[in-house]
């Protein structure tokens, strides 16, 4: 199998790992890890993060938004209202229209408010965004995004920052086959295997934040994240043998003394 270059709104990129940018002790941190991961996109918390006050620290100082896309987003949002205030104001901000939705139903298990979500998804659209859905992982559901004008699908492997990795294979499966949107996982991965498997299933991409930013050694795991995703690309396009209940040798009877 031939890859396909990772294309999102008609915009090419080169690494597939997407990375965010909460959580690190520092910007120099968080600009270390990031460079070290090779990830060309970037995830930023417009509600969190100073993007504009230029007498305060601000993310661009450390990465070059001329040199890595700026991927806005809408994390600690409830609604769709505020969902779309949000990203309007990226808009006006610094001219962003590929953004990250995500609007949570409740604070304690952040789990997506899908209701909410295909509403914003709808709205946004309509004003002209690029909108990648961060969703749960219900084929009928990620097929309504898709219908409604996402440009990738974002399912979750697991509840944000817990680290417990793809949670439903069969699920994340489904929808890959009926989409030919970008496929994305966003949050739970908690290791270099969890991405790698996310891969492994046909994913096109991984966003990576907690796993990264919260690990004993960020940098380390950054690189290791990047490898990973490499990694299970290449073994999703060489085609896996097929599984079997026995044991099958290596080598034929044919010839044998």
Do not use: H
Not at 166 to 178: A, E, F, G, H, L
């Amino acid at each position: 199998m031939i890859d396909k270059k990772f294309k999102i709104a008609n915009k090419i990129f080169k690494s597939r790992l997407i990375v965010g940018t909460g959580k690190y002790k520092s910007f120099s941190e968080c600009a270390k890890a990031i460079k070290t991961s090779g990830a060309d996109i970037v995830t930023v918390a417009v509600r969190r993060v100073n993007i504009s006050n230029k007498n305060k620290a601000r993310l661009m100082d450390y990465i070059d938004p001329k040199k890595i896309t700026y991927l806005p987003n809408t994390a600690g949002c409830f609604t769709a209202e505020d969902a779309i205030r949000t990203l309007r104001l990226a808009r006006e901000i610094g001219g962003w229209k590929l953004v990250k939705l995500e609007v949570l139903g409740d604070k304690r298990n952040l789990f997506p408010e899908m209701i909410e979500t295909l509403r914003s998804t709808e709205l946004l659209t309509k004003e002209g965004f690029k909108v990648m859905v961060y969703c749960n992982d219900d084929p009928l559901m990620a097929k309504r995004l898709e219908n409604a004008g996402a440009v990738a699908i974002m399912p979750l492997a697991a509840p944000i920052g817990s680290g417990l990795g793809i949670q439903n294979k069969v699920n994340i499966k489904i929808i890959r086959k009926q989409t030919k949107l970008p496929l994305i996982i966003d949050a739970g991965i908690g290791q270099a295997s969890d991405a790698s498997i996310a891969m492994e299933l046909g994913c096109d991409g991984v966003l990576i934040n907690t796993a990264i930013a919260k690990a004993n050694n960020p940098i380390q795991m950054a690189e290791a994240m990047k490898l990973a995703v490499i990694s299970g690309r290449k073994s999703f396009l060489s085609g896996r043998i097929n599984p079997k209940l026995f044991g099958s040798a290596s080598t034929t009877n044919k010839g044998i003394i």
